[in-house]
């Protein structure tokens, strides 16, 4: 006990207090940038910690990790621009309330969804993490490719009125993520001679080509559109959050958070595929299922709560395994070696105290993200009033400059404008682009996982009894797939 209280009187010192708080405003600003991330902010970051105390660096990095969670629903909501991709899910619901007039509600749903579901993530990991990553590991790649395929199947559920359109989507997406170095052979698939292609389509280049760029283009378009993007006469009062409606969000919220530390304690899934499963979910045993995509608050506190759950569920495998569980972790990893501390099994015991004054900065972080978002909230929402002709030429340059900086060159800005092409035509013809984008997530870790699996079970289908989760998994996927078009046919009669 004395240990404990050791450690957490080191994470409330003046020096950590404010190395966490800075982290959490540098990951806020940065996840609002089209293109940049989280990640890439800890990558910057971490020689600004060579002179820190392990606590003081850990406690910034995790800030910044903590932060960009939040900071990239900024864009996605007041200007349909994720600043990543597992924001892209946040747009569904957080634009069009923020087109409606009410950015700051949408801005404040999105905050205390996030720290709600960061907090109860943390306190997975801080409560049960040496359980839980013995469970997480015991999760195979026939475990796996079995939860991914089911995943795949909750696809339908946002396909919006053509469930052949998003089937086409997500094959389409699929399809391009198999771009790059083959798996098992290293042979270049469809690079077409192009070496930035080698390690696949960039994730960032793509999300925003076909989200942000076609919308600027419509509202560029479309005077009238583009006026909509301002708030009209509503009030403060009608603008902001009530307590009554936050707490008619505590099932989509900690439905969310569920999924998000269930998804962040298995290494490799991430944050992009939480946040749609989560969505999904929500959809799924929404009472009114039709209104989200058009403002609701759910699908905003569903998202939200869901992604920024993960990062703290992924620090169950890392300091327990030594296994990171996505990019953001395995940088964290780094920071941990620079200050001479292994992750992994023995962290407690070596480490202790340095362990338990990282859990209590996770939660002084998580306090800090709603301190610094609610003050930023006011200033975030004047974005909206802006005139069209100053902000969409803005954000476009934020684009390419987000993507020149994040993928090293002009190469991944073209990715963006031909994808921004594809993307505007599927508006047209009214094709999920989220599809594609779960389509395009989903394809290599699916891909990965099935080959694993083929070779582990000797290329015997029947081998598969051997994996009673996975078996139960397969058993539902068409059983899941049959339900959801189901309750389509009957959304669509009624």
Request: proline residues 5%; hydrophobic residues 55%; charged residues 10%.
């Amino acid at each position: 006990m004395d240990l404990i209280l050791t450690a957490i009187w080191n994470a409330l010192s003046l020096w950590t207090l404010l190395s966490v708080a800075g982290g959490v405003l540098i990951g806020i600003v940065i996840g609002a940038i089209p293109g940049l991330n989280a990640p890439m902010a800890i990558a910057v970051a971490i020689p600004l910690t060579f002179a820190m105390s392990p606590l003081s660096a850990i406690g910034m990095l995790v800030g910044v990790m903590k932060g960009g969670g939040f900071g990239g629903a900024v864009g996605a909501i007041l200007l349909n621009t994720p600043g990543e991709p597992h924001s892209a899910a946040t747009t569904l619901d957080g634009h069009p309330l923020a087109k409606s007039g009410k950015p700051r509600k949408a801005l404040q749903t999105a905050l205390y969804s996030s720290v709600v579901g960061d907090s109860c993530s943390d306190l997975v990991l801080i409560l049960l993490a040496p359980v839980l990553a013995i469970y997480a590991l015991k999760a195979g790649p026939v475990e796996l490719a079995a939860i991914l395929i089911l995943s795949l199947t909750l696809v339908a559920s946002l396909s919006g009125r053509s469930l052949a359109k998003g089937i086409f989507a997500a094959a389409l997406g699929a399809l391009l993520a198999t771009v790059g170095l083959d798996l098992e052979t290293g042979n270049p698939r469809f690079a077409f001679g192009y070496i930035e292609l080698y390690d696949g389509l960039p994730l960032a280049a793509v999300a925003i080509g076909v989200l942000a760029v076609p919308e600027i283009i419509l509202r560029l378009q479309d005077g009238r559109q583009a006026k909509t993007a301002r708030p009209d006469a509503t009030s403060d009062g009608e603008d902001r959050l009530a307590l009554s409606e936050f707490k008619r969000l505590g099932k989509p919220i900690f439905r969310g958070a569920g999924i998000g530390t269930a998804i962040g304690a298995l290494p490799g899934l991430g944050t992009t595929l939480a946040a749609f499963l989560s969505y999904a979910a929500t959809q799924r045993f929404s009472k009114q299922p039709e209104k989200l995509g058009t403002g609701a608050l759910e699908g905003i506190a569903a998202t939200e709560s869901a992604n920024s759950a993960v990062s703290g569920a992924n620090l169950i495998p890392l300091l327990t395994l030594g296994i990171p569980g996505n990019l953001t972790a395995a940088l964290l990893v780094g920071a941990f070696l620079i200050h001479g501390v292994t992750p992994g099994p023995m962290i407690f015991e070596r480490n202790a105290e340095l362990v338990y004054g990282l859990f209590a900065a996770m939660i002084m972080a998580n306090v800090m993200v709603l301190l610094i978002g609610s003050l930023g909230l006011r200033v975030f929402a004047l974005i909206v009033k802006v005139p069209p002709h100053v902000v969409y030429p803005s954000v476009l340059l934020l684009c390419v400059v987000g993507i020149y900086v994040s993928q090293g060159g002009f190469f991944a800005v073209w990715l963006m404008l031909i994808f921004a092409v594809l993307g505007f035509v599927m508006i047209k013809m009214e094709i999920s682009v989220v599809c594609f984008i779960i389509g395009l997530v989903l394809g290599p870790m699916i891909e990965l996982s099935i080959r694993q699996s083929v070779i582990l079970l000797g290329r015997n289908p029947v081998a598969i009894f051997d994996h009673v989760f996975a078996l139960c998994l397969v058993v539902a996927t068409p059983i899941v797939a049959w339900i959801l078009i189901r309750d389509r046919a009957r959304l669509s009669d009624g």
